[in-house]
């Protein structure tokens, strides 16, 4: 019997505007993307440790119409570009409003588990990591190891994020999920 398998994959979740890259507001240009200081650099050390690298993202503005999801496609060629190939395993995007909220938009936890499913992904060893306290409500519901709020929006909403850790850069992040 193949335990590991069986076990489940580890993951990380990241949230994609204002974790991964600079969140510009409905970003739906290649040309706005601009990763985020450490990011390209360190991303691949937590992929060698074994985990799958999943973008969970909000992308209202489809919702909203302010672009299409053939936009949102074009910006994630160009974020993979920058970060390099095969560094994302799998991206799952919401378009939903708030208005119209649903299981699958954070901090509902349906991308993750979705995402779970799909990929044989083992919630229980994964983390979330973002900048907004609906991040790391998701992990939480979805049930994932930790939750870390990260980047320039995270100190508002700490108390209420449940977030194992709030990060001030993303080389904290990766240095408390390899510390275990
Ligand atoms: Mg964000």
């Known amino acids: 019997m193949d335990r590991g398998k069986a076990a489940g994959q580890k993951a990380i979740f990241l949230d994609r505007d204002g974790t991964l890259m600079r969140d510009v507001g409905y970003c739906c240009k290649p040309a ?5 200081e450490g990011v390209g650099r360190l ?3 937590l992929k060698k440790a ?7 993202t909000n992308q209202s503005g489809i919702g909203r119409g302010y672009f299409t999801e053939e936009d949102f496609w074009s910006v994630q060629r160009e974020l993979e570009k920058q970060l390099g190939a095969g560094v994302i395993d799998a991206t799952y995007f ?8 649903t299981e699958r938009r954070k901090p509902n936890p349906g991308m993750l588990l979705e995402a779970a499913r ?4 083992d919630l229980e060893q994964s983390y979330m990591v973002g900048d907004k306290v609906s991040d790391t409500q998701a992990g939480i519901r979805a049930g994932v190891k930790a939750t870390i709020l990260f980047g320039a ?7 209420e ?3 194992a850790l709030v990060a001030k850069d993303f080389q904290e992040v990766v240095a408390f999920i390899l510390g275990g």
Request: include cysteine.
């Open 94 to 101: 919401c378009a939903d409003t708030p208005t119209n909220e």
């Open 32 to 36: 706005e993307v601009q990763l985020l």
């Open 153 to 159: 929006a995270a100190a508002e909403g700490t108390m």
């Open 161 to 163: 994020s449940g977030a």
């Open 50 to 56: 074994g985990y799958k690298i999943v973008i969970v």
């Open 43 to 45: 991303l691949p050390e």
């Open 118 to 121: 799909e990929l044989s992904l």
